[in-house]
């Protein structure tokens, strides 16, 4: 989480095409908009490459505690990961 300490705060727009049409609203380019960078995040030993920037980034920082936990709880045991995206609780599980 490092490249994101100390950020300015800011408000990105994200463009969600769909949803803009779907609320009767015009779905309009932003040329300077945000996207597609990929920020490295280091947590526990996992290396995980999260677009910060995307709708759904798969990788929830605020369950950074819950991973933890999980950890030790899946020790040693098989696990099935029925709501996988990025792997965080799954790679925990390990």
Same mark, same amino acid.
Not at 13 to 29: C, T
Not at 67 to 75: D, T, V, Y
């Given at each position: ?5 100390? %950020? ?9 095409? /769909?949803? #803009? =049409?779907? @609320? ?8 300077? %908009? ?9 947590? /526990?030993? #996992? =290396?995980? @490459? ?45």
């Amino acid at each position: 989480y490092e490249p994101l300490a100390g %950020a300015a705060p800011t408000v990105l727009w994200r463009r969600a095409a /769909a949803r #803009l =049409r779907s @609320e009767g609203l015009e779905d309009v380019a932003d040329d300077d %908009a945000q996207g597609g960078d990929i920020v490295e995040a280091l947590e /526990a030993g #996992l =290396r995980f @490459e999260v677009d910060v920037y995307g709708q759904k980034t798969g990788f929830y920082c605020d369950q950074r505690d819950n991973r933890a936990f999980l950890s030790p709880l899946c020790r040693g045991k098989r696990v099935l990961d029925l709501y996988c995206y990025s792997g965080g609780f799954a790679l925990s599980a390990l």
